[in-house]
């Protein structure tokens, strides 16, 4: 960087400088220290995290935090939820304001390589889509020429629909805004005649229209959207932590241990595997810097991966939403853990 | 004598000790955020401006596409909120005069209308009324296919206001070049006008000869060359209208928003302008013969622009600062596009908002600068 730059960037930073201070030690003495664990969420979308009618933040991001919290703590409500915009979420990860960000977010070479950001894994499978009124007759994203096409800012979302109409030559207006919900309240009265996001988002945004069943989602999947828990490089062992957090959670589904049988199969189960993930055989919780009941306390408090799944997405939530690519990989999806050895 | 007893040598030491901490201070800043940014691996720099963006924007003033770079999104930002803020510059002043005016009339009906007018617009939150025009008026018209229309010519719906566009053809460059040399002899006749009776206090009415001089030679540069401009039309064509001038609604809702809460302030800067002569200067005026549209032209609005120019660089200042809010309704103003989704796209926080901020800056001092140059021309010169 030249010298001008730099002098340059020095007026502007005050604002960044004093929360980056401060979080330049170590993230989990951190966390420690507060006695809570600061998680970057949505602001507002049903079966990722959004806030129920008592309050409680609920959704698989939200479920991600807690296993995270359960983990450090042993505890899995020491977790405090800061709810974020996509334009938000990457500076609030970036400054230190919140120690995770599990919000929905795509993994991509830029935010990993360029951001000073690292990706611990894949909660969610999504690919984009589009959501149009069924009354406009169309059937597939081919039939969009022309059209009006809501879109979140500072999204890969935003990257895509101009990729795909490009490679497709067609036109588009794009109708850009802030928040997720300011895309949805446009694309109600009008203002767009497709919305486009990640469909599984596009689901969530369905149930909250006035008459969910005059819309419909189009076949087409435009790109691949790897969703996961994001941490800021630099710290590894706060980097493993949150990694394994999420595989202790498919390694729980693999192995059959769940919320009901996790207490019972610590003390009796007999196989190797089971013992060493419920922190009963070996020092694997140690070797994360947490305790050996890390996994046992994930998986008692908030559940396995495919609970998680189907309390917040699936059968079990309004959503309905398939597993689909989101099965584990021994039942042809693409959840897979690396063993706890 | 020692040196803290001496009131000047303690005032230079307490003066160098300040200085030192600031740049201290500035020196640790840069530093630190440096050292920051660094050893987090984030990219610095200012070489993501001529990368890809990728992304589209719905009205842009030059060519973009998704090819175009960064930078090309960032002038892209710029030229939309200096138009918002021309416009509303110049719709503001407008309005802003006009209430005021209609304000200190004597007919009670529209001084209470200009002062309701007034106290409403000025007593709710700008962020409110912009959101008043977007959602609770434009959003909510019909869609496409039901468009307000006016003929088979303007079409209002929920999309926006879709307007005929002028083409210009081939022979266009006659009109604004006889609208130049217009301008210029008017220009020289109003000169030449004021030195007359400066010298021989004879008065040579201007305002008539040079309507004449404007719209002459343009009605006959028109004739000639055959009206040179076609009509491009808004047409129907599926999802959306095609073609024509096209205002989004979220460029409306601005617009309107800006110059109606602005002109509420004006109209009041205007007011305590006119107010502020007093009324010495009008029944002197009358004494020596002037009419009292001479008078308003001669005596009373000259003085009052020395009273209503500094307050009304601040709101013009306001306005354009303002418009940033444009983001609220996803106009494609700088902080939307290049603050907002530029920053987003490359994540380079702390370039992307210095650029923007130094944007503001200049565009406000450039203002400032130009409406103190106004101000040095009409304000009294003191022997």
Known sequence: MKFKAKIFLSTAVALVVLAQAAVAGQTLDTVKDKGYLTCGVHNGLPGFSSPDDKGRWTGIDV?????????????????????????????????????VLSRN?????????ALGLNFTGVTYYDGQGFLVRRDLGVTSALDLAGASVCVQTGTTTELNLGDYFRSNGLEYSPVVFEKSDETLAAYEAGRCDALTSDRSQLYAH????????????????????????????????????????????VNAEELGIDSGNAGRLKASSRSPAVRRLMGVEGDKGKALRLGNSWAYDIVSQVGNYGEVFERNLGADSPLQIDRGLNKLWSKGGLQYAPPVR | MRVWRDPRLRALLFQALVLAGVIGLALFILDNTLTNLERRGITSGFDFLSSTAGFGIIQTLVDFSEESSYGRAFLVGLLNTLLVSALGIALATFLGFLVGIARLSHNWLVSRLAATYIEVFRNIPLLLQIFFWYFAVLQTLPGPRQSLAVGDVVFLNVRGLYLPKPVPEESFWWIPATLSLSVLSIILLVRWARRRQDRTGRAFHSMYASLALLLGPLLVAALVTGFPVSWELPVLKGFNFRGGLVLIPEFMALLIALSVYTAAFIAEIVRAGILSVSHGQTEAAHALGLRPLQTLRLVVIPQAMRVIIPPLTNQYLNLTKNSSLAAAVGYPDLVSVFAGTVLNQTGQAIEVIAITMAVYLTISLTIAATMNWYNRRVALVER
């Not at chain 1, 807690?66 to 400054?95: I, M, N």
């Not at chain 1, 790897?226 to 490089?233: A, M, N, T």
């Open chain 1, 206 to 249: 369905r149930i909250k229209l006035r008459a969910p069943t005059e819309h419909v989602v189009l076949p087409e999947v435009i790109s691949k959207e790897p969703l996961g828990p994001v941490v800021r490089q630099g710290d590894d062992a706060w980097f493993n932590i949150v990694k394994w957090s999420l595989f202790a959670m």
């Open chain 1, 63 to 99: 479920d991600v935090c807690r296993a995270v919290a359960a983990a450090v703590f042993g505890d899995a409500s020491k977790v405090r939820f800061t709810p974020l915009s996509a334009k938000e979420r990457l500076t609030a990860l970036q400054s230190g304001e919140v120690d």
């Open chain 1, 105 to 113: 977010t795509t993994w991509t070479l830029t935010r990993d390589a």
